[in-house]
């Protein structure tokens, strides 16, 4: 029987493999924690715990129309009162989002800045807002926005610690994006890799069959691919499938 050898070699095939398996084992650790809402939700559930002097948390995504909506939040209550600030276009979550700052406020200080929202929020227990911009890709501009029931429940230090927490969620999200990227380049390395070889197998077969050098091979090759309506690498792969299993072969 026929044993077409790779120019290719079966060492360089099995290190791309090698390098695509571990990304992809990367890939899976990371992506796991990038299933938006999930992410999303255990990012507010875990900055309540981080922050001592924060009740509830919610984040806030701004869509290209501008449009705003509540995408996770550890409470029910953050809904509404995110709610009246998209309503009316003003509020710590908005401006932190649209000015890519950090805002704190007290209820009392927000009263001045912000009058029609806060006689809105007169009813809720909430006494400050720390909200912190949050970027989750290209499409999905944000923040994160902690609620405290006390009015000295949020500092300038939590604001500070906020921005470093929020900046390194964002350099999560990059590095798992670019791995996820990586590995799609590296799928198609190793695909296009074992294409050449099949081609190159089949043409070895034809080579050795019909007695001619390796460009005419692959003239027939491609000519063959032609008349039969098929690509390349699928006549290849009937090709090398063929002498593999010791049927007799013909164009």
């Known amino acids: 029987m026929f044993e077409p050898a790779s ?21 899976e650790r990371l992506t796991s ?8 939700q255990e990012l507010c559930r875990r900055v309540v715990i981080t922050f001592s002097g924060a009740d509830m948390a919610g984040i806030t995504l701004i869509n290209r129309d501008g449009g705003a909506e509540t995408s ?16 009316l276009g003003e509020g710590p979550c908005i401006e932190a989002a649209t000015t890519q700052q950090v805002v704190r406020v007290q209820f009392d200080d927000a009263q001045a800045r912000w009058p029609r929202l806060t006689e809105r929020l007169r ?5 400050s807002i720390l909200s912190a911009p949050l970027t989750l890709g290209s499409d999905n501009v944000g923040s994160l926005n902690l609620y405290s029931f006390d009015d000295r429940g949020l500092s300038d230090l939590d604001a500070a610690l906020l921005r470093v927490y929020t900046t390194s969620v964002e350099s999560t999200i990059v590095l798992a994006r670019e791995a996820e990227h990586a590995y799609a380049e590296l799928a198609g390395l190793k695909k296009a890799m074992a294409t050449r070889a099949v081609i190159e197998q089949a043409k070895g ?12 091979a692959f003239e027939v090759l491609v ?22 299993e010791g049927k007799d072969f013909t164009f």
């Open 123 to 127: 009813s809720e227990e909430v006494r």
């Open 72 to 87: 996770a939040f550890t409470d029910r209550r953050v809904v509404a009162i995110d709610g009246e600030q998209y309503s």
């Open 33 to 40: 924690q990038v299933q938006v809402h999930a992410f999303m």
């Open 223 to 244: 000519t063959n691919s032609q008349h039969e309506n098929i690509k390349l690498a699928a006549l290849a792969q009937r090709i090398v499938d063929y002498v593999a």
């Open 205 to 216: 077969i034809v080579m050795s069959l019909q007695r001619i050098g390796a460009d005419e």
């Open 7 to 27: 120019p290719i070699g079966a060492d360089a095939l099995a290190r791309v493999d090698a390098v695509a398996t571990a990304l992809e084992s990367m890939h």
